[in-house]
């Protein structure tokens, strides 16, 4: 069974998380209830004929792929495998606008055209001219890791020796407006949005395109391995210790074994409730990180989480402004992300230094 | 017919999101497809839309598009000619 090495990186966040390091940049921003992009210069990217039909997830989620593609010194794939729970939004927004606004007529192809949840992986397969194996996970917050599993799976199962693997969401006006009123997101003027110690419900919501080039080998270029993830549905706060020691296990790695932990507090009190249990207890000696404070929540933001990951394996070294705890290790070799919103949609992914 | 013409160069950078052109880079002989600006077959389906709802003119032989699209002054004279609103 052949192994899943990360190659290259690509990611485009609130953060300036493109020609930098690794978050030396980084601002934190607790003012604002929605963290918006550091967006590059997609014309160096994209062609200015293709650019104009794009929205900024479609963007995003191209320049992503080719940095990630870059680092891993590949021209092509053998599958593309994205992630996204809102998918292009904001095209689906302006055709539902144009919808109600002409009374279900007039309406026109570009939108439409650009409104699914695989454009950014359609786009991605035109740009570089690959007809392979093509597939859009929607299951929201684990959509990435879904794409992330699935990759995996055809990697062990040598269906294919190189998979770009990412997860993209987007923020529209109008679903952010229905977000702010239905609580998901934080209430304005009541800052600074402060995520660990919040005592309020809902978010500070971000977007963003993070991309992972997997192989089935090891190069002088690699990252990290991913060891295993695991994806579970619905847990009570009180099961979600037991889950994470048998996923270990089943990995032959018990907590002392961790080098670094990252945790996706998103300042939502109750969601948050999952992991000041595992905080406090059961990694209380082990590296702390949290990062949705950088990236904002959104579906895919455990993409940007295992940036993060393979960064402080890359680098070996955490920046302060993700550090939970004060703990610190002298190498970091095995990490463990862990992943839920509001109680659902868990998930366990493994990584390690080769 | 000028300031048709002028409006239709600015509603054809809105529409087809012709973020880097402007309206005095299009002149009026110009082919809208191919080697001018540049438009394909999705941008011919937006400009069939807009004639319909801007002009209230209804396209109903697609072969009509390859004329009427050729350039703004073909596109301005087939308005001028046609329009209902």
Same mark, same amino acid.
């Given at each position: 069974m052949k192994k899943t090495y990360i190659n290259g990186l690509g990611c485009i966040s609130a *953060?300036? %998380? &493109?020609?930098?390091? &690794?978050? +030396?940049e980084a601002e934190l921003n607790e003012n604002s209830t929605i963290l918006s992009l550091k967006a590059p210069v997609y014309k160096d990217f994209i062609p200015p004929v293709a650019i104009r039909r794009m929205a900024k997830g479609v963007k995003n989620g191209i320049v992503a792929s080719a940095l990630a593609l870059k680092e891993a010194q590949? +021209? %092509?794939?053998?599958a593309i495998i994205t992630g996204t729970g809102?998918?292009?939004i904001e095209d689906s927004e302006k055709f539902l606008k144009a919808i109600l606004d002409n009374d279900e007529q007039f309406l026109t192809p570009t939108s439409f055209i650009q409104s699914t949840h695989n454009t950014v992986g359609g786009q991605i397969a035109l740009g570089l001219q690959c007809k392979a194996y093509n597939l859009t996970y929607v299951n929201g917050s684990v959509s990435f890791e879904s794409a992330l599993f699935d990759a995996k799976m055809m990697i062990e199962e040598e269906e294919a020796s190189s998979i770009l693997v990412g997860g993209i969401d987007e923020m529209a006006d109008y679903t952010m407006s229905l977000f702010k009123l239905a609580g998901f997101i934080k209430k304005e003027? *009541? #800052?600074?949005?402060?995520?660990? #110690?919040? %005592? %309020?419900? #809902?978010v500070v919501f971000g977007e963003g395109a993070t991309f992972f080039a997997l192989e089935n080998q090891i190069k002088n270029n690699t990252i990290a391995e991913i060891l295993d993830v695991e994806i579970l549905n619905k847990l009570n706060v009180s099961e979600v210790e037991n889950k994470i020691l048998s996923f270990l296990a089943v990995n032959?790695? +018990?907590?002392?074994?961790?080098d670094a932990v990252l945790l996706g507090y998103n300042g939502d009190v109750d969601s948050d409730l999952y992991y000041k249990n595992l905080s406090n207890?059961? &990694?209380?000696?082990v590296p702390q990180v949290y990062y949705k404070h950088l990236?904002?929540?959104?579906?895919?933001a455990s993409a940007f989480g295992l940036w993060v990951g393979s960064k402080i394996i890359q680098t070996q070294s955490i920046p302060d402004?993700?550090?939970?705890?004060?703990l610190d290790k002298q190498s970091y070799k095995t990490i463990l992300l862990y992943n839920q919103r509001n109680g659902i949609d868990h998930s366990f992914t493994l990584i390690s230094s080769c | 017919m000028e300031a048709l013409k002028q409006e239709l160069k600015s509603k054809i950078i809105e529409v087809l999101n012709l +973020?880097?052109?402007?309206?005095?880079?299009?002149?009026?002989?110009?082919?809208?497809f191919g080697d001018g600006l540049g438009l394909d077959s999705i941008d011919a389906l937006e400009l069939i839309v807009m004639l319909d709802k801007?002009?209230?003119?209804?396209?109903?032989?697609?072969?009509e598009g390859k004329t009427i699209f050729k350039s703004i002054e073909t596109m301005a004279g087939y308005i001028a000619e046609n329009r209902v609103k």
């Open positions: *953060q300036k %998380t &493109f020609d930098t390091v &690794f978050l +030396e590949l +021209e %092509t794939v053998d809102m998918g292009c003027n *009541q #800052g600074p949005y402060s995520i660990l #110690g919040s %005592t %309020t419900k #809902g032959s790695l +018990e907590i002392s074994d961790i207890t059961t &990694f209380i000696n990236s904002g929540e959104y579906d895919t402004i993700v550090k939970l705890n004060a | +973020e880097d052109i402007a309206i005095a880079d299009i002149n009026d002989d110009d082919a809208l801007d002009y209230g003119i209804k396209l109903v032989d697609p072969k």
